[in-house]
Structures are given as structure tokens and as C-alpha cells.
């Protein structure tokens, strides 16, 4: 490699963990459910099972609490306990890093450049939630990244009469999908979805299908199938993947339907749609009758189908978002060859994406993400959380239990990050509580100290106030720590 490619590499490298940083940063102050699967991990580390009873609350539903995501957990306590909070972030980091490299492994695989790359990623940073730091987004990329590989090896798959290679992708497969169900849940569908993709790739190939390759077809589906069985729930992860939809439909923005939303999700929704059906397009006019046979033209027949599925459940767009950042790359590469004869954009484009590109980044994010660190729930608000009586009983706002579960073990809560856990009926409850309608009282029984945080729970501090029974001891920021008008302090 000659010292300008290497210089060349070097910039993109740098641009690309900017963005990174920034996006991270920019999601830290109103994303804290990273800080209560830390918790979760640390316990893990030491020696508890990831399936288990409640043990951080003082009203516990019936359910046990199974986890969706106990690799990542894993990964975030190994975080907490060698930098603290800041190690939390660090593993995000990483996380989208990971993501984001991927997503340009993949485009560069289809032989997009890497600046054209980087600039399909610049929308899908702007859809914000996509790429926040939550498991959802690295898990969909390795599924991404797997289809990708699979792709280069079924042409020599298919010519294969020996067992051997068979054998060794099966296995292969079998550790890439039980990581991934590790990771996310979400693997309980990606891990068939690859396995119908690739045996329609494999008994397609070439010739009429063979003996042999349904054997290899076979091998290839049990090695996946059973990797994503090897979780803390075992073949039970495909049910506690649908009871995550069931608890959370129509009561949590991200698993319900657009037109639940307020007027803004409304319209970033349509602008996703919009995104994502002209780059099916794009993959579509490409590679025309045989677009199934293309790894493009199976990106864009999943966005579809990920966008048809948002249509019940909200999570579904950002995925869709996500499946044709390739496909967008590729397009961007093919207008970029066609308007200069040929060049890689990387060649004639490379100066211009790091001078005014960059800039705008710098310019508009940045600034962005150093606001928002700043106030950040753990650091501009460790003050409240720490004149918590020990051993309380806390009723308050889901991110901020989720910060008193990893930085105060002693106080147990009623309501935090884990909505699928509490089940539909508590988060009902829950939000009635926050905006003083739930009949009741003020707040649920047993509780012994409340945090009402930030305009959107006035509601809350009004019955506090009227009820006579609680008295407003500390106000940090947009944070009021409550104890009950009896207790000392």
C-alpha cells in the first residue's frame, strides 16, 4: 500500500469514528436503557443466571425476567466494571462502530467505494434511532454481513461433492447465528430468513438441483437453525421474541404503527418510506429478472418487507432504513462512474466528501453531541440519584430507574427499562402514574421515594403536591427528588 491510499484510509477511518462519536453522543441523553442491561450484565459475570426471578423491585410481576439481548448485556457490564459509565458508552461505541464498518464491507463487497459508502450512511445517521446504541443495529448488520458472505461461497458450495466444506460452513454458520441470538433476539427470524435466502441461492446456482445439494442445503439450515437455539432460552427464544410484540404493541412508540405517533414520527416515517422504496428501485432497474440472485436485489425484497411490516410495528422502518444502505451506495458509485467516465468516486470525490462533508459534520453534529453530553442523565443528574434514602422504594421515570439500577443497587424500583418484563398492564399503569391520572393515588403502593423528571411529568408533581403526603426535598436540573412528609432527611 503507497503512502496516499494509506493517507486516503487513514481520513475515512477518522471521519467515519466522528461520526460515530457524534452519534453515540447525540443519543446518550435520552438513551439510557444500556445503563440497566449493564446492571443486568454485571450480574451475569458474577454468576447469575440470565433467566431468572425479579430481584430489582419491590412489586415484581409474575413473569421471570428473560433477557432479549444477553451477550450484549454481557459486553456492556464488562463496560461498567473496568471504566464505570463511561465504559457503557465506550462499548456503544464500538457497537456502532462495528455496525457501521459493516455496512461498508458490505457496500465495498458490491463494489461501491468507500466514500460513496460513507455517504449512503449519512441519511441513515440522520433517522437518528437507527443506529442508536441498543443491540438491534449490530445484530442486523452480522445478518447483513453473513448473507453478503454467503453469497461468494454457495457458487462453490453448489459445485462441491466432497462433505468436507459442506461441513465446515454449517458449523460456521452454526457460531455465526448463536452469536448473534446472543446478541439480539431478533436472530429467532434472521437465522430461517438466511437459511431460506441462501437454499434458494444454492439450488438455483447454476444447473437443475442435485441430491447433493439439498444435503448441503440441509447441513447449511441445522447449522443455523440450532445456532440460534444456543440461548439462555433455548428453542423458547422464538416465543420470548413474540412476547416482546405482544407486551409492548400498541403501548411503546417503537412497537407500534406510524400513525399512532405524533405529527413528526408521521413525517419522518413517510420520509423512510420514501427512501427506502427509490433505492428498492435502484436495485430493482439494476439487476432486473435476476435480482433474487443478487445480494442488492435481496437487501432491497427484505427492506420491502420490513417496511410492510412497520406498518404494525414502528421498529421494523429503521430496520428497513438500514438494508438498503448498500443499495444506496451502489447507486451513488454507478452515477458517480457514469458521470466521470468510469472513475471510482473515491478518486475524483475523496477531497471534496473530506473538505465540505466533514466540515458540515463538524459544523452541525458535533455541537450537537457535546450539548447533549452534557446533560447527560448520569452526570448532570448524579446528584438526585445519590441523595436517594438507602434501601427506597423508587417510583419515578423509566431512565431514570434505569440510571439508579446500575449506580445505586440498594433502591429497588417499581418500573424500569425492561418493558417487555413489566408486561402491557404495568406500562399502562405506569404511564397514568407519571401524568397523575391513575385512580389509584399518587403514586403506586409501597413506594417510599419518587424522582419527577423534566415538563412532561407536571402531572405527577401535582397529585405529589395536593396529596399533602410528600415533600419536595432537592431539585437538580429538570430532576425533583421526593420523600414522603413524614420522613426524615
Known amino acids: 500500500m503507497h503512502g496516499g491510499e494509506g493517507a486516503r484510509i487513514a481520513r475515512i477511518a477518522l471521519s467515519t469514528g466522528i461520526l460515530v462519536i457524534a452519534a453515540v453522543a447525540a443519543a446518550a441523553g435520552n438513551f439510557t436503557d444500556p445503563l440497566w442491561m449493564a446492571r443486568a450484565g454485571t450480574e451475569i459475570l458474577s454468576g447469575g443466571a440470565p433467566v ?112 468436507g466444506p459442506t461441513l465446515r460452513l454449517a458449523l460456521g454458520q452454526f457460531v455465526i447465528a448463536a452469536i448473534g441470538v446472543w446478541m439480539h433476539a431478533s436472530w429467532s427470524l434472521f437465522a430461517p430468513a438466511t437459511a431460506a435466502i441462501a437454499g434458494f441461492w444454492l439450488l438455483t446456482s447454476s444447473k437443475p438441483a442435485h441430491w447433493r ?45 406510524p400513525w399512532m405517533q405524533d405529527p413528526l414520527w408521521i413525517a419522518l416515517s413517510g420520509l423512510i418510506a420514501v427512501y427506502v422504496l427509490s433505492a428498492a428501485a435502484l436495485a430493482f432497474r439494476r439487476v432486473e429478472n435476476r435480482r433474487l440472485q443478487s445480494t442488492e436485489g435481496v437487501l432491497a425484497i427484505l427492506a420491502i418487507l420490513s417496511l410492510a411490516a412497520s406498518l404494525t410495528t414502528m421498529r421494523f422502518m429503521m430496520q428497513a432504513a438500514i438494508l438498503v444502505v448498500p443499495v ?71 431512565s431514570a430507574t434505569n440510571v439508579t439500577l446500575l449506580v445505586r443497587p440498594d433502591v429497588k424500583v417499581w418500573f424500569d427499562g425492561r418493558l417487555d418484563y413489566w408486561g402491557h398492564t404495568r406500562i399502562v399503569e405506569y404511564s397514568r ?15 417510599t421515594c419518587v424522582i419527577a423528571t423534566g415538563p412532561s411529568e407536571a402531572g405527577l408533581r401535582s397529585v405529589l403536591l395536593a396529596s399533602g403526603h410528600w415533600r419536595l ?15 426524615r432527611h
Do not use: K
Open 213 to 257: 445439494r439439498w444435503r448441503q442445503l440441509a447441513a447449511l439450515s441445522i447449522g443455523l437453525v440450532a445456532g440460534s437455539c444456543v440461548s439462555p432460552t433455548g428453542i423458547g427464544i422464538w416465543v420470548a421474541a413474540n412476547r416482546v410484540r405482544e407486551q409492548c404493541a400498541g403501548v411503546v412508540l417503537e412497537w407500534s404503527p
Open 52 to 163: 431468572h426471578a425479579d430481584s430489582w423491585s419491590w412489586d415484581p410481576v409474575a413473569n421471570p425476567f428473560v433477557p432479549t439481548s444477553p451477550g450484549w448485556q454481557v459486553l456492556l457490564g464488562l463496560g461498567y466494571q473496568f471504566l464505570g459509565i463511561t465504559g457503557v458508552y465506550v462499548v456503544g461505541v464500538l457497537a456502532i462502530a462495528f455496525g457501521l464498518g459493516g455496512l461498508s464491507w458490505i457496500a465495498a463487497r458490491l463494489g461501491a467505494s468507500a466514500t460513496a459508502a460513507l455517504l449512503a450512511l449519512l441519511p441513515v445517521w440522520a433517522f437518528h434511532g437507527a443506529i442508536a446504541s441498543r443491540a438491534a443495529f449490530p445484530a442486523l448488520v452480522l445478518f447483513m454481513m453473513d448473507l453478503q458472505f454467503l453469497r461468494q461461497r454457495v457458487p462453490q458450495l453448489a459445485q462441491e461433492t466432497r462433505w
Open 433 to 447: 402514574y407519571l401524568g397523575g391520572t391513575n385512580p389509584n393515588g399518587a403514586v403506586p403502593e409501597g413506594t
Open 328 to 398: 444506496y451506495a451502489m447507486a451513488i458509485e454507478r452515477a458517480w462512474q457514469r458521470q466521470r467516465h468510469g472513475d471510482n468516486a473515491d478518486i475524483r470525490f475523496g477531497r471534496v466528501y473530506m473538505s465540505r462533508v466533514m466540515a458540515a459534520s463538524f459544523v452541525l453534529l458535533l455541537p450537537l453531541a457535546v450539548v447533549s453530553a452534557a446533560s447527560t442523565f448520569p452526570t448532570a443528574h448524579a446528584a438526585t440519584t445519590r441523595d436517594l434514602p438507602r434501601g427506597c422504594h423508587l417510583f419515578a421515570d423509566y
Open 473 to 487: 426535598v432537592t431539585t437538580s436540573g429538570d430532576m425533583s427528588l421526593w420523600l414522603p412528609a413524614s420522613a
